[in-house]
């Protein structure tokens, strides 16, 4: 058990450690050059078809996992590729409508359409991460994410080559599709030397069918879940300008890239945990509580540190153009603490089978964030959005508690706990030895 979760861990680490640091500093380096205007088009293009896309992936990253779990190979194949063939079509759909939209709000520009038509495709693309639950169900995490390092680090070098020659915006945004393309194609060739895939062969509209129906809480969840992250971005968009957008971008880029720390985590320890509630109700229950306690005191150090720092860092990274998101970043940084904690909670609700309190306390979030972004923004641009953020993610968390039984209490009384801390350190160092990893 220890075994797979720190091997799970690595190439989850692996893959999302290269994009946070090298990935971080690129986009920085780009928005320096294209300035805060462009790069909010293409961030709200982000933000939009991120809102509407989140109909393409129809909750599959829930449900697709859990029915590959214990089947015949027979079953997996026609799993796959009927999870593979809806995705797609409800992408093309997806951008259908976001292109629609621009065309609402009279967003279309030539520089809109190609930034929506782009981030669509991707989000088309990734139709391909049906792979990569098969590989998380199987335990078998790095065939998915060594292909995908190592394409993003070449494509690094090109995007380092294109800012030294001072290449249009444009390269930039084509080049994150074809990046994609080129990873998922490797992928799938990986896939297919041990396995078949026959697409449109194995394609089960009655399985299809099946899938969406179990994933379509999770796609509300989802729904909620991105409307509340990106509904700032939109309405920064519509109520102030481009440039004040990029700014707000550039602040939650250095803010949100810790948020993949505890996503790594909660991807890696949702199936050990089912097996953990199946064995012992004790061991699950203590899990979830060192989970929990080891989020706060991680999310609030961290906090500190991205306060005190935040002008010298928005400054290495973006240089005087975005100077204005240093105040941003200070607020932005402490909605960590609740994504923390939330993360956790989530997959609390995943395994105890209560979507529908993630459901009700992320649309509860969301009315909270957008009430206060309609109050804020006018007078203060991306710090009133910022705000909103943090008021409205810990909402959420609060929410959770009070939607549950009185167990989530438990938990939340035990995360201030600093003396159990240290001896969760010590459980998981002697669990380690034990494992002789």
Known sequence: MIKLFIRNSFWLFLDKA????LGVYIIARI????????????NYSLALTAIIGVFATLGFDKVVIKN????????????????????????????ILSLLVLYITKKNTNLYIICVIVASLNITLQSFDVLEYYYQAKNNLQKSIIPKVIIFILFSILRIYFIYKKLDFLFFVWLSFYE??????????????????????????????????????????????????KIDQLLLEYMSTSKELGIYSAAIRVSELWYTIPTIFAN???????????????I???????????????????????????????????GKQFELADITLRIHIWAIIPVCLGIVMSQYCVIENKPRISLYSTIIGLFVNILINLILIKPYGSVGAAIATVVSYFVVYISLLL???????????????????????????????MSKI
Not at 18 to 21: A, G, H, N, V
């Open 18 to 21: 290269s994009k946070l640091l």
């Open 31 to 42: 928005a320096e050059l294209i300035g805060p205007e462009e790069f909010g088009i293409w």
């Open 68 to 95: 590959l779990v214990g089947i015949y190979k027979e079953e997996e194949e026609e799993i796959i590729s009927t999870a593979i063939v809806t995705r797609v079509v409800a992408s093309i759909i997806c951008l």
């Open 180 to 229: 994609l393309l080129i990873a998922y194609f490797f992928i799938l060739v990986l896939y297919l030397k041990n396995n078949s895939l026959n697409i449109f062969k194995s394609f089960s509209y009655s399985v299809a069918v099946k899938l969406a129906r179990e994933g379509l809480i999770y796609t509300f969840t989802s729904l909620a879940v991105i409307l509340y992250m």
């Open 268 to 282: 890696v320890l949702l199936p050990l945990l089912f097996v953990s509630k199946e064995k012992s109700e004790s």
């Open 284 to 318: 699950y229950i203590s899990q979830i509580e060192i989970w929990l306690r080891i989020s706060f005191w991680f999310s609030f150090l961290l906090s500190i540190f991205v306060t005190l720092f935040s002008r010298p860092l928005i400054n290495f990274l973006y």
């Open 403 to 433: 939607l549950d039984d009185k167990r989530s209490w438990i938990y939340f009384k035990n995360i201030f706990e600093i003396n159990k801390l240290f001896s969760d350190f010590k459980k998981i160092f002697i669990k380690l030895k």
